[in-house]
């Protein structure tokens, strides 16, 4: 698995990819595959830019005048510290044979939107929304989130979904000050986690919180949702 190998020495496979540019009528397209650290959608570097993992997989991005869009997959990852790469499982113990996601983001003058999916095969689904408004010196946005968990999550509940809303506003000054202020609602257990398409959650501590208390069940239309 994606922890297996941690206490060895060894050489690992940072980056490795075959990448092209294409130009297809007015949109600009990048098609990438190999080994790297693929962002599309929902998918991002597990472990930051200083350190980051490596997936193995593909992805491509386009880009038509104020419109981008992005799709990733991949089936297995390494952590920074290993030197094998390692499958995806649930928390019941399951192969998850891939993960892949998707997503876009509409710039207007000063407002933006951004929306994505992502789902680890068999297990989880999320969802992402995002709409903000920007100037030089303001910044506010709104981003939702939620995800499905068909079977057993890692706190030990079945077929559960969680929610986060949060607000973000940010003020910049000419004097290299910036302040910012951040509001999170969230309805599951994990106080300051916000999901991710991996078979494990990004944790961040948000300024202020508001815990709602406990997992919602899924209705059964819900939980057989790919």
């Not at 930051?48 to 997936?55: E, H, N, Q, R």
Request: hydrophobic share 35%; net charge neutral.
């Amino acid at each position: 698995n994606i922890w297996a190998n941690n206490d060895v020495d060894g050489i690992a496979l940072y980056k490795a990819t075959l990448e092209a540019d294409y130009k297809l009528g007015s949109m600009d397209l990048n098609v990438a595959a190999g080994y790297s650290q693929f962002n599309g959608g929902l998918l991002g570097s597990n472990w930051g830019f200083l350190f980051p993992g490596t997936y193995r997989g593909a992805q491509v991005k386009g880009k038509l005048a104020k419109f981008s869009w992005s799709y990733a997959w991949v089936d297995a990852y390494r952590t920074p510290w290993a030197t094998e790469l390692g499958h995806f499982f649930s928390a019941d113990g399951k192969k998850i044979d891939y993960i892949h996601s998707g997503g876009f983001k509409y710039q207007f003058d000063l407002f933006y939107a951004e929306a994505g999916v992502g789902q680890s095969l068999n297990w989880q689904n999320c969802y992402f929304g995002k709409l903000g408004y920007q100037t030089e010196k303001f910044h506010a946005n709104y981003q939702y989130y939620e995800y499905y968990v068909t079977g057993r999550d890692y706190a030990g509940n079945k077929n559960t979904r969680g929610r986060q809303d949060v607000l973000s506003l940010t003020y910049s000054t000419p004097y290299f000050f910036t302040g910012s202020v951040e509001y999170v609602a969230t309805n599951f257990s994990c106080e300051f986690t916000i999901p991710s398409a991996h078979p494990f959650l990004i944790c961040k501590i948000p300024l202020i919180k508001t815990i709602f208390p406990e997992l919602a069940p899924l209705t059964p239309s819900a939980s057989s949702r790919r």
